[in-house]
């Protein structure tokens, strides 16, 4: 699947912090797999200012992640759980719509 900035940094966030041992084995690689590489982080630029992060956009941003059975189902199941909670934001849409409503 091919991510761009905005929808890694989504997902970086919205993963669990929690969960049994499996789950936390998955987060972390899939953590490893959105993160940004030193050679991503200077073409990107990130800065952060007044709590913000901005970047500089770029033509080819996007990244093929490879996103297995088992993490999409953390990120649906995560997303899910967000929406019975009414947290979710208007920055997942994307997600959302890329995960649930393919």
Do not use: C, Y
């Not at 956009?57 to 929406?83: P, R, S």
């Amino acid at each position: 699947m091919k991510l761009n900035t905005l929808s890694r940094l989504i997902l970086l966030n919205t993963l669990p912090k929690e969960g049994n041992i499996m789950t936390l084995k998955i987060v972390r690689e899939l953590r490893e797999e959105l993160s940004f590489s030193e050679e991503e982080h200077k073409e990107l630029n990130f800065r952060e200012q007044d709590g913000k992060l901005s970047w500089d956009m770029i033509t080819e941003d996007e990244k093929k992640i490879e996103i297995g059975e088992k993490a999409t189902d953390v990120i649906v199941e995560t997303l899910k759980k967000l929406d019975r909670e009414n947290k979710l934001h208007e920055d997942h849409l994307p997600i959302w719509e890329m995960f649930i409503e393919d």
